[in-house]
Structures are given as structure tokens and as C-alpha cells.
């Protein structure tokens, strides 16, 4: 079992900005894919951004150029810096990574993945 637990997000005024932060722990091994979801009331779930165990990134094109995705492998950690925040940036924000573990000394493994329980982030004057 892995645990995803968020943090940063609360009521930031448009132009702004706004870091989120997300940590993994439990039965770990290898994280792969970290990324960064979000939901806003009435709408589907988007991917904002996302990052490779390598470090290659990619995000929506709505947040190019505004947010950036990146993560210390070391403390099994990603994080969204959010800038120049806008009204259409209001939703909740999940943390999601997929990796695996080794199950047998032959070396097989098990995939997972996981998602946080979300914050929210509000942009209002």
C-alpha cells in the first residue's frame, strides 16, 4: 500500500501564485510516473502535469509557460509551482505517481497506483 498525501493548496488571488507539494510512503520501490491532476466542480478530471522517474515533464497546455512540475526522488516527493494563477485555476488538486516493487528474489514485480485525497485550490480577488 502507498500513502499520497498533498499539501500548499488554499485561497490565492489571481495573478499569484502558489506551491503544492506531494509525498509518497508505504511500500514504495521504484516510483515511476509522478503527476498532477485536477478537478474542478462539474467538470472531468485533467491532467495539469506530469513527470518521468528520468525527469522529463509534460503539461496541459493551459498551464505552459505558468506552472511547473518537478520532483526530489530522494524524498519521494513532487511539487507544482503555480504562477500567474487565474479563475479557470480553481479546482481540487490530486497527486497521482505509479511505480512498482519487487515481489520474488527472481526479481518479478508488482506495478501500483495511487492517487492523493486532493486540495483545493481557490484563485478569487
Known amino acids: 500500500q502507498v500513502q499520497l498525501v498533498e499539501s500548499g493548496g488554499g485561497l490565492v488571488q489571481p495573478g499569484g501564485s502558489l506551491r503544492l507539494s506531494c509525498v509518497a510512503s508505504?511500500?514504495?520501490?521504484?516510483?515511476?510516473?509522478m503527476g498532477w491532476y485536477r478537478q474542478a466542480p462539474g467538470k472531468q478530471r485533467e491532467l495539469v502535469a506530469s513527470i518521468s522517474n528520468g525527469g522529463s515533464t509534460n503539461y496541459a497546455d493551459s498551464v505552459t509557460g505558468r506552472f511547473t512540475i518537478s520532483r526530489d526522488n530522494a524524498k519521494n516527493s513532487v511539487y507544482l509551482e503555480m504562477n500567474r494563477v487565474k479563475f479557470a485555476d480553481t479546482a481540487v488538486y490530486y497527486c497521482?505517481?505509479?511505480?512498482?516493487?519487487?515481489?520474488?528474489?527472481?526479481?518479478?514485480?508488482?506495478?501500483?497506483?495511487?492517487w492523493g485525497q486532493g486540495t483545493q485550490v481557490t484563485v478569487s480577488s
Open positions: 497521482r505517481a505509479k511505480g512498482s516493487f519487487v515481489i520474488s528474489v527472481e526479481g518479478a514485480t508488482r506495478k501500483w497506483d495511487y
Open positions: 508505504g511500500r514504495i520501490g521504484t516510483i515511476n510516473d
